[in-house]
């Protein structure tokens, strides 16, 4: 599966969800491709190569699409996080209540602030970058969301592979590139540079607007 049918058949699978909320049993392509953003042909053929069959006319069961769109992308499994760093990002990422439905969960907070760690009024734990480790072994996390400046990024993120990490969600502003770590797997790395993406925001609607 690539990448963009990937992010395609996590849309269905989200779509899935709000739709199965309301009381729908049965959904067709054209539903599901209103989603994704896509064609209804264009879903019938990521079906087709999941092996997913539906009827012509009758559609397909949502609860059944759930569960096999759910177990390609892993739902099944322990998906814990971690947010190192617990700024302004950090904190608004540790609140957000839309990650639980997708079956992610937020299960600690790193800091070096010991202000910050030291509050015992977090809805989710905050602790000091000494016992990364520990949490990481304990609540079995694969998966780490960076927010720390700059100047801290590289040496948070070494650290993290170090821990067993194989998988970066990367806010801060610089580039992480994907390296081997000790046990020789090559994580999985991902970097959203805010400031990057509203400048080519601006610059498209600029040259859109002079169209």
Known sequence: MNNDML???TRYYRALNRLRAIGLEKVFAHNLADAAGVSAAIVRKDFSLLEIHGQKRGGYEIQELIEIIGNILG??????????GCGRIGKALMHYQGFEPDGIKVVAGFDTDPVVYSNPSHPIPVYPLSRLDEVIKVHNVKVAIITV??????????NLLDAGITGVLNFSPITLKPQKTRQGIIPVVHNINIGLELEQIFYELKFKNND
Do not use: F
Request: glycine share 4%.
């Open 7 to 9: 992010i395609r058949v």
């Open 75 to 84: 739902k099944g499994e322990n998906q814990n996080v971690i947010v190192i």
């Open 149 to 158: 400046p700059e100047s801290n990024a590289q040496e948070c993120y070494m």
